[in-house]
């Protein structure tokens, strides 16, 4: 089955510099990738997505890139803010077989931003 | 409208109790998700349902976890006989439709948090 790997574990940014959480996966069949932050105690949510058709996807200060060849996409924070500390994960579908659309998430990136 | 529900938020079981945890889609979204997240881990997938139809049952970890969607809606995921490395938090995703492949946004509840002790 399909395995993604997150890194870095934790990461710690001034407020107004960038953030870089990276991901890779292992299935070639996968083709939907989104990304969920997750606040203490509260639900996943989608800050974005990217399908395999493009390799882009950009949403104010949150960008996603994919690289099909190398299986891996990143999600690139500018500007951070505090309100952006939180907990992210990435996740891939598989899209291939019986599969109808679980979620193969990553281990996770805590990311702290200071003031 | 509303998102996803799900109840009892917070529920603290001794070992061997049996639990019910119950999840309220948003109305009319064919496929429903239950994850497992564990301290500091991400979701992992338990099982999948579309409609009232189970299709993926894989990520059960045991024959004492059970889950039923019978009227196509609401559904419960049932733990038997719980253990303590049953504690962790269960959450619930749904999504629009049910096609296979699909790259469908999942909206997560807000997980029940079950400690057995």
């Known amino acids: 089955g399909e395995n993604v790997e997150q890194h870095p574990s934790t990461l710690s940014v001034q407020e107004g510099d960038s953030a870089v959480i990276k991901c890779t996966y292992s299935d070639s069949a996968s083709n939907y990738f989104p990304w969920y932050k997750q606040e203490l105690g509260k639900r996943p949510q989608l800050i974005i997505d990217i399908r395999s058709n493009v390799g882009e996807k950009k949403d104010q200060r949150i960008a996603v890139t994919l690289n099909k060849t190398a299986k891996h996409f990143s999600l690139h924070i500018t500007e951070t803010q505090p309100e952006d500390s939180a907990v992210y994960f990435c996740?891939?579908?598989?899209?291939?077989?019986?599969?109808?659309?679980?979620?193969?998430f990553g281990q996770g990136t805590i990311l702290t931003v200071h003031p | 409208g509303a998102g996803v529900s799900q109840s009892p938020r917070y529920k603290v079981a001794k070992r061997g109790q049996d639990v019910a945890l119950r999840c309220d889609p948003i109305s009319g979204h064919v496929s429903l998700f239950w994850y497992q997240q564990a301290l500091g881990q991400g979701p992992e997938f338990l099982t999948y349902?579309?409609?009232?139809?189970?299709?993926?049952k894989s990520g059960l970890p045991s024959d004492r976890f059970f889950a039923e969607r019978p009227e196509g809606s609401v559904s419960t995921l049932k733990i038997q006989r719980t253990q303590q490395e049953d504690s962790a938090v269960y959450l619930c995703?749904?999504?629009?439709?049910?096609?296979?492949?699909?790259?469908?946004?999942?909206?997560f509840g807000p997980g029940t948090r079950l400690l057995v002790l």
């Open positions: 995703a749904s999504s629009q439709n049910g096609l296979a492949g699909t790259q469908e946004t999942q909206y």
């Open positions: 996740a891939a579908i598989n899209a291939g077989g019986t599969s109808y659309g679980k979620l193969t």
């Open positions: 349902f579309q409609n009232e139809a189970q299709l993926d």
